[in-house]
């Protein structure tokens, strides 16, 4: 698993295929925790602290090895790790429990599973800490280990601000579980849910408006919507949840509340790209259904329906069946029978050879294309969001000419009353230098 996501990460940066900032956003604040500063993201605005932005702490733990190999690989070959590393304890419970084939079937199948490869696929995110985390804690859920569920769990209140409701729902699930055997560890789940939940709430009313310059900056995202709005998405990410991971199975194990958390703020929301199934939302909800479904075939094989119990049985191998069919069809992994995903184009390496001429700690202003190849050595600003702030250089992808004919216009616009002069171009990409 780990060699598959390296290979699907790393070959699309050398492929230059970006879609968004966040791997430049992250790689800023790790950099600075490398180099024990505050963590600044230039990229969401000059000086601009990542904790005002969401709380993710948890990043810091890749400085030392950003600190000896510096730059954006890095960050790819940490979340392949971390994600890899996820399948064990999710193959682990579902041996133990299901005997060893049906264990290394689910742990493929999840292995393979879409919400990982989706966040594989786009870019780095701190949800890669907790996806093992999750992971690792329902595994020692289903083994009854109830103190080491809550302590895997309780670092997901510094990966991001919305995982202290994630705690509190696993919390809850650790309770239940206990109630009959152990009350004393079922009281203490109960006590790590209400303070998860009581973390959150100062997390996002207290903490990141403390580093913030005006709040926090996502209120807004859940104004404008109803829980109606884009049903048809919204029902089409729940099947998709649901049905090629676990058969639908997941519903029967109470681990699926793990899950409530997330889907909830994502379905309240009023951006729609929270409701599909693109991007990184959907990876902390596998280990999850994968689990719960471990869950709820250990149950039902003891079941006294044979129709329901049949089912059960086979749905590890199903699962495995229709991961693999999507793997090799619809999902980022059918490209690793394509030559192109080992080789790295020309245009890559003469736009590189462009972003050369820009010295080392240089102020640069650059969007999607360029910004990747900068944010190890120079101080990167957003295209349009320098906020007063006057950078040396500016790169920008205009091979569809959204900045115009003329760049040096529209970098006159964005500095009024100063000049740029194009000093190079490559393969679409502008460089200009300030006069």
């Not at 682990?92 to 594989?120: P, T």
């Not at 206990?178 to 109960?190: G, P, V, Y």
């Not at 909830?264 to 259904?289: E, I, K, Q």
Request: glycine share 8%.
């Amino acid at each position: 698993m780990f060699l598959v996501y390296l290979v699907l990460s790393v070959g699309r940066f050398r492929r230059m295929e970006w879609a968004s900032w966040d791997l430049g956003i992250f790689e800023q604040a790790i950099r600075a925790y490398a180099h024990l500063q505050a963590p600044v993201a230039d990229l969401k605005g000059p000086g601009a602290n990542i904790l005002g932005d969401h709380f993710s702490p948890i990043i810091a733990l890749v400085a030392p090895v950003y600190r000896v190999f510096p730059g954006p690989i890095t960050l790819l070959v940490v979340q392949a790790a971390l994600f890899a590393l996820s399948a064990v304890p999710v193959t682990r419970a579902a041996g133990r429990l299901l005997g060893r084939a049906r264990g290394i079937a689910v742990g493929v199948a999840y292995g393979l599973s879409w919400g990982i490869q989706r966040a594989v696929e786009f870019d780095f995110h701190e949800i890669a800490f907790a996806v093992p985390l999750i992971a690792f804690s329902l595994e020692a859920l289903l083994a009854r280990r109830w103190r080491a569920a809550l302590l895997w769990a309780l670092p997901l209140v510094l990966v991001k601000e919305d995982l202290g409701f994630t705690l509190a729902a696993l919390a809850v699930v650790v309770a239940w579980r206990a109630r009959s055997t152990d009350r004393r560890a079922a009281w203490t789940a109960l006590g790590v849910a209400a303070a998860g939940a009581v973390f959150a709430v100062l997390v996002f009313t207290v903490f990141i408006p403390a580093f913030a310059t005006a709040g926090y900056g996502y209120w807004d995202k859940i104004q404008g919507a109803g829980p109606l709005d884009g049903l048809g998405t919204k029902l089409t990410t729940l099947t998709w949840v649901l049905l090629p991971t676990s058969g639908l199975l997941a519903l029967r194990s109470p681990l699926l509340l793990v899950a409530a958390p997330t889907l909830g703020w994502r379905f309240l929301s009023g951006d729609d790209h929270y409701w599909s199934t693109d991007w990184h939302y959907s990876a902390v909800l596998m280990p999850v259904v994968a689990l719960a479904l471990v869950d709820a075939v250990d149950t039902l094989r003891r079941g006294e329906r044979p129709w329901l119990r049949s089912y059960a049985l086979q749905m590890p191998t199903a699962v495995l069946a229709a991961s693999l069919a999507l793997a090799a069809t619809a999902m980022p992994t059918a490209k690793l029978v394509e030559a192109s995903t080992y080789e790295k184009p020309a245009r890559v390496t003469a736009v590189e050879r462009l972003l050369d001429r820009i010295p080392d700690g240089a102020t640069v202003e650059a969007d999607t294309g360029p910004l990747t190849r900068l944010t190890s050595r120079c101080r990167v600003l957003w295209i349009g969001g320098s906020k007063g702030v006057v950078p040396d250089w500016i790169a920008l992808d205009n091979g569809s000419r959204w900045a115009g004919e003329d760049p040096t216009a529209y970098a006159g616009q964005l500095h009024p009353g100063e000049r740029f002069t194009v000093v190079g171009e490559a393969e679409g990409v502008v460089l200009m230098k300030r006069a």
